[in-house]
Structure formats: structure tokens, C-alpha cells
T-cell receptor, first 115, second 116 residues
Framework: KQEVTQIPAALSVPEGENLVLNCSFTDSAIYNLQWFRQDPGKGLTSLLLIQSSQREQTSGRLNASLDKSSGRSTLYIAASQPGDSATYLCAVAGDSGAGSYQLTFGKGTKLSVIP | DAGITQSPRHKVTETGTPVTLRCHQT?????MYWYRQDPGHGLRLIHYSYGVKDTDKGEVSDGYSVSRSKTEDFLLTLESATSSQTSVYFC???????????????FGPGTRLTVL
């Protein structure tokens, strides 16, 4: 059974700092890994998707890396802003058995960026 | 934002009563999913659908049933609600499933269900 772990559970940083969020998973047989953002009381928003054959993806100030063989991914946020405050979720996609994929989520890292 | 709505957005009910949550999409995506989110557990898959009338179980399907009679609607039913089913329920959709490895899931706003 796939297990996804995110460390740390919570992180508080001053505005402008660069930061790294960590995600690890136990089964390397994945199709892709995704990072989501969740604001309080809201649904999830997809930030980045890395296919299993890729090493990294970038979107603006966000960069996600994937090392499938070691079961690790990192989300790098450059020049953090108060608007980046949210919970960040890592999810890995595996075979659900019916032509679709099943996402297994970590419990998230709650980020607070202090002005 | 993907066109996904969930109804109701909030519901309080009593133990033993039936509850149906509705997910409606306007994207014509083939795949639809129901998750629950609980503190300490993260999001867990309850059931999913890979087409009209085609559904399968997820990780935490006990006590839940689903139906999909139209592409745009995916219903989650708690036949007899229990306090352990108090949670936030999210619906998600995706277009191509395994056929597109760049496929992502788009999430609805969630339904907060409290079972007393």
C-alpha cells in the first residue's frame, strides 16, 4: 500500500525567504506526482504535475523535483510572499485497476509566511 | 477554474439518517472521484467513476455507495450516517485517467458534513 509522508507538518517563515517542502513515498511504481495547494475552507488547486519520467517542473516561483528511485519529491518556493500561506499537499498517482489512476495524498505541510 | 459544484455545501444530520451529496461538473470529463478529508488522515478516496454507470471502490468505501446516471453528475450516498462519517467531502474530476499521464484532478469546493 502506497504511503506518502510530508515533512514538516507546519512551517513558518519570514517574507522573502526561499523554502523547501518535502514529500516521500514508499512505492516507486507511480505515474506522476502532483503538488496541490489548499486554502482554509476551500478545495484543492493543482500547482505542478511531474510525470514519472521527468525530474522536475517549474511554474513561476515554484519548482518541484522528483527522484522516483528514492521515493522523494521537493517543492521549492522562491521569494516567499504572505499570499503563499496555505497548506501544500503532495499526491502520487498509482494504478486504481480500472483504467484510471488513484491519488494517494500526504497529510500536508501548513505554510505561514510572516510579513 | 474547472466547473465543479457540490451540494449541499454544509449539512448537519443525525445518526441513522440517509444522506446524499451531489457533485456536478460542466467539463464533460469522464472520470469522477469522491474523497473525504479528516485531520490526521489527509484526503482518502471513497469511490470513483470511470464512465456512466461505471464505478469502483476506493480506500475507504465501507458505508458509502455511489451512482452516476449522467456524465455530469456523481452522487455519494450514506445509507445510514454515523458519527465517524463526519468529515469534509470533496469531489474531483479528470479527463483521461491513465490514458494521459499529464492528467490532473480538479477539485470541487467541498461539503462539510456533521453527523450528530
Amino acid at each position: 500500500k502506497q504511503e506518502v509522508t510530508q515533512i514538516p507538518a507546519a512551517l513558518s517563515v519570514p517574507e522573502g525567504e526561499n523554502l523547501v517542502l518535502n514529500c516521500s513515498f514508499t512505492d516507486s511504481a507511480i505515474y506522476n506526482l502532483q503538488w496541490f495547494r489548499q486554502d482554509p475552507g476551500k478545495g484543492l488547486t493543482s500547482l505542478l504535475l511531474i510525470q514519472s519520467s521527468q525530474r522536475e517542473q517549474t511554474s513561476g516561483r515554484l519548482n518541484a523535483s522528483l527522484d522516483k528511485s528514492s521515493g522523494r519529491s521537493t517543492l521549492y518556493i522562491a521569494a516567499s510572499q504572505p499570499g503563499d500561506s496555505a497548506t501544500y499537499l503532495c499526491a502520487v498517482a498509482g494504478d486504481s485497476g480500472a483504467g484510471s489512476y488513484q491519488l494517494t495524498f500526504g497529510k500536508g505541510t501548513k505554510l505561514s509566511v510572516i510579513p | 477554474d474547472a466547473g465543479i459544484t457540490q451540494s449541499p455545501r454544509h449539512k448537519v444530520t443525525e445518526t441513522g439518517t440517509p444522506v446524499t451529496l451531489r457533485c456536478h461538473q460542466t467539463e464533460n470529463h469522464r472520470y469522477m472521484y469522491w474523497y473525504r478529508q479528516d485531520p490526521g488522515h489527509g484526503l482518502r478516496l471513497i469511490h470513483y467513476s470511470y464512465g456512466v454507470k461505471d464505478t469502483d471502490k476506493g480506500e475507504v468505501s465501507d458505508g458509502y455507495s455511489v451512482s452516476r446516471s449522467k456524465t455530469e453528475d456523481f452522487l455519494l450516498t450514506l445509507e445510514s450516517a454515523t458519527s465517524s462519517q463526519t468529515s469534509v467531502y470533496f469531489c474531483a474530476i479528470s479527463e483521461r485517467g491513465l490514458a494521459g499521464y499529464t492528467d490532473t484532478q480538479y477539485f470541487g469546493p467541498g461539503t462539510r458534513l456533521t453527523v450528530l
